[in-house]
């Protein structure tokens, strides 16, 4: 096939006339289609309606699926943090936390809301059994897991031992944790916190 115009749109535009093996539009090869679409006034017009609009769609819809990320991401971290608030409010005295891994008294503003099953972890990661007020050395303690032996041993005699296995089991099953997930325990735990600071008629965030 011999690359040459067959439309009357660019009719008269100086083709290479190549023996191709595929033609791309208009009886073009595709090298001088894109030349067209480039240095002919009736191309460019014709790549402006063609061409430009799926291109804006398709920068439309990868900037709409970035700002649903930023979504989960900012949902997820208020569901933290209302969490967190909830976790060590409802386990203080006078606004003082004791670490559960090593007794420590801290403010509660300053430690941290330690997972006994980590927070990678979806199904268990707003689980209330899960999680107790940390101080920030023993949440920190990366080399052993946030001190997740001792956790677990308080917990058990907290919670009983078949109670723990359970949280260990749930922590394994997959959670969808879309926007909705986390916006709804933000909600949940917001109301939450402001519930019990009412009730202990304290104000602390």
């Known amino acids: 096939m011999i690359c040459k115009s067959t439309n009357s749109q ?3 535009f100086d083709s290479c006339g190549k023996d191709v093996f595929k033609r791309y539009k208009f009886g073009l090869c595709s090298k001088c289609f894109f030349d067209w679409t480039q240095e002919d006034e009736r191309g460019k017009i014709y790549y402006a309606k063609s061409f430009l609009p799926k291109v804006k769609k398709v920068v439309s819809k990868t900037k709409r699926e970035f700002k649903r990320s930023l979504n989960v991401s900012g949902a997820m971290n208020l569901a933290d943090t209302y969490f967190s608030r909830f976790i060590r409010l409802s386990k203080s005295k006078d606004g003082y936390c004791t670490c559960y891994t090593c007794s420590d008294l801290k403010d ?3 430690c941290d809301n330690g997972h006994y099953m980590k927070r990678e972890h979806k199904s268990t990661r707003y689980h ?3 999680c107790r007020p940390q101080c920030k050395v023993c949440n920190g303690d990366t080399k052993h897991n946030g001190k997740q032996a001792e956790f677990r041993v308080n917990l058990s005699y907290e ?3 078949e109670s723990v296995v359970e949280i260990e089991q749930l922590s394994r099953t997959v959670t969808k944790a879309n926007y909705l997930f986390y916006k709804e325990k933000a909600d ?3 109301n939450k916190v402001n519930e019990l600071q009412r009730k202990l ?3 602390y965030w």
Request: glycine share 12%; proline share 0%; net charge positive.
């Open 159 to 161: 919670i009983g031992e």
């Open 108 to 110: 509660i503003k300053e």
């Open 188 to 190: 949940y735990y917001r």
């Open 128 to 130: 209330e059994d899960n």
């Open 201 to 203: 008629k304290v104000k």
């Open 10 to 12: 660019t009719r008269g």
